[in-house]
């Protein structure tokens, strides 16, 4: 860009900001030009759990243990899972305008909070590749985008990571997880997943990007679909973990 283009494109965005001033796309507060899209007391409102957490899924341990009643009770499909904080306050709200609000800017400050999780768990530093959930191009058309993709790019940029977008695809539509309970839940994402290129993850150890995890029962479904294309192992990586579905949580979300 000629120094003259780069003069107008500079003034272009001085007068922007001057008859729109920046706010946080989260809670609207007043932002300097160039400061984050989401203001550092949205962000600072994230939860993070310091207490005991399952050492299979990451889901907080109020009442202590080292696993969950869900990986107690059974095999989990994927080696690891951790999430940044609970589905909740500011990140809650966050993930809802990044999904439903048109707020796709919140996209690269969510995956940084991503790439920071990431860097504080040691259990994931093994993986070779990054794979976000993938919507029924049908949701995918109607939304405008796929939210666990916009994150697993920014999150790939941030973690030097290699990603790879199309290494799973949804085989089949299936209905809305909200309201269903863990073992519906799990029949809905049955055999829901596949793996249309095979050598892109044979042999690899990968890492499954989503904004939310419940129950597991998604990622699980893509784990298994992977595993069985012969990825090496299969951790996942969410933003949020949902507490109203666990058992383990029921009625003890202050503690974050």
């Not at 003034?11 to 796309?25: Q, S």
């Not at 899924?57 to 690891?80: E, K, N, S, V, Y």
């Not at 990140?91 to 860097?119: M, S």
């Amino acid at each position: 860009m000629s120094g003259w283009k780069k003069i107008l494109a500079s003034a272009g965005r001085w007068a922007v900001d001057l008859l729109f001033p920046p706010t946080c796309a989260v809670c609207g507060a007043d932002r300097q030009a160039g400061e984050p899209v989401l203001c550092g007391h949205c962000r600072s409102a994230f939860p993070h759990w310091t207490g005991r957490a399952c050492r299979i899924c990451g889901t907080p341990l109020p009442d202590g243990g080292a696993r969950c009643w869900a990986c107690r009770h059974g095999r989990r499909a994927f080696g690891f899972c951790r999430s940044a904080g609970l589905y909740e306050g500011r990140l809650r709200q966050a993930i809802l305008l990044l999904k439903y609000g048109g707020r796709d800017v919140l996209a690269r400050p969510l995956g940084a909070c991503l790439a920071e999780t990431f860097r504080a768990r040691p259990e994931l530093k093994s993986v070779q590749l990054v794979v976000p959930v993938p919507l029924h191009f049908l949701k995918r058309h109607a939304r405008g985008f796929n939210q666990a993709e916009l994150l697993a790019r920014f999150f790939a940029a941030e973690s030097g990571l290699p990603l790879e977008t199309r290494a799973l695809a949804r085989r089949r539509w299936t209905r809305a997880q909200a309201g269903l309970g863990r073992e519906k839940r799990r029949a809905n994402m049955e055999n829901a997943f596949t793996v249309p290129r095979p050598d892109a993850v044979r042999g690899r150890r990968i890492l499954l990007i989503d904004d939310v995890c419940t129950t597991g029962a998604t990622l699980e479904s893509c784990a298994r679909a992977l595993t069985q294309a012969g990825a090496l192992r299969v951790h996942a990586l969410t933003l949020a973990r949902d507490a109203e579905t666990h058992p383990d949580l029921r009625g003890k979300r202050n503690g974050c």
